[in-house]
Every structure is written in C-alpha cells, then in structure tokens.
C-alpha cells in the first residue's frame, strides 16, 4: 500500500511539473526597452558617482556611449535579421567580426582615456576587471562555456 500512495505521489509530482508555462527566452524579456539614449544616460551617471566626473568629462562620456550603443544595436539587428532570412541562429563568430570587435573595444578605452585623468581611468579598469571576473564565474557554474 505504502508503494502505491508512493509511486502515486511521485507521478502527480511528475505531471505537475510538465505543465509549466513557457519560459521566457531572455531572462530580461520583460524589462522595458531603453533607447540608446537612456542606457547612455544611465551609465554615464553611474560612472558619474563611481569615478566623480565632472560635468565635462560626462557629458564627453555620455556622447561616446550613446555612439557605442547604437553601433552595437545596429550589430545586433544585422545579425538578428540575417539569422531570420537564413534559418540559422547563433552563427560562431569569424576572425573578421572578432578583429573587428577588438578594435572598437580598443578605440573605445582610448577615447575614454583622452576624456578622464589618469586616476579615473585607473579606477574605471579596475571596476571593469572586478565586473568581468563573477560573469565568467558563473557561466561555469551554469554549465555553459
């Protein structure tokens, strides 16, 4: 008897699960879409606080994400609507997108390092070094590498 109530519990249980809802794709597929604009705003601020930027300094810094930004956007929608009309998703980079992504990382850092002193700038390595490391952690720890 205590095997039946058993195996009848266990497959209630089973069954329940199975009928979870459809999961979102993307864990912030319900957060409100910013303009480029604003995610710049947001940031620059946020780097206003941690490294004190002048109003200069942030006003520069906002400009030069909000062209960071909208090039990445415009990336991301070549390569989502290419996806689209070839039935293929998530394409392993080439050498050429992966040079060309280096690069605008490196015009990007030495832009930012004409706009701040030398201080911030050592600051602003530092937070993105301590902001990278958990990332990495923790991709491992979901099993994707």
């Given at each position: 008897m205590k095997n039946w109530?058993?195996?009848?519990?266990l497959f209630l249980g089973l069954s329940l699960s199975a009928q979870r809802g459809p999961r979102p794709h993307h864990?912030?597929?319900?957060a409100p879409k910013l303009t480029s604009e604003q995610i710049a705003t947001l940031q620059?601020?946020?780097?206003?606080?941690?490294?004190?930027?002048s109003k200069s300094q942030e006003s520069r810094v906002r400009e030069l994400l909000e062209e960071r930004i909208a090039a990445k956007r415009e990336l991301f929608n070549q390569r989502r609507d290419g996806a689209d009309s070839t039935g293929m998703r998530g394409q392993r980079p080439n050498f050429d997108s992966m040079?060309?992504?280096?690069?605008d990382q490196i015009a990007f850092q030495?832009?930012?390092?004409?706009?701040l002193s030398?201080?911030?700038?050592?600051?602003?390595k530092e937070m993105?070094?301590?902001?990278k490391k958990p990332q990495r952690h923790?991709?491992?720890?979901?099993?994707?590498?």
């Open positions: 109530i058993f195996t009848g519990l864990a912030h597929s319900d620059s601020k946020k780097l206003t606080l941690a490294l004190d930027l040079d060309e992504r280096l690069d030495r832009e930012l390092q004409e706009i030398e201080e911030q700038y050592q600051q602003w993105r070094h301590h902001r923790a991709r491992r720890m979901h099993g994707k590498s």
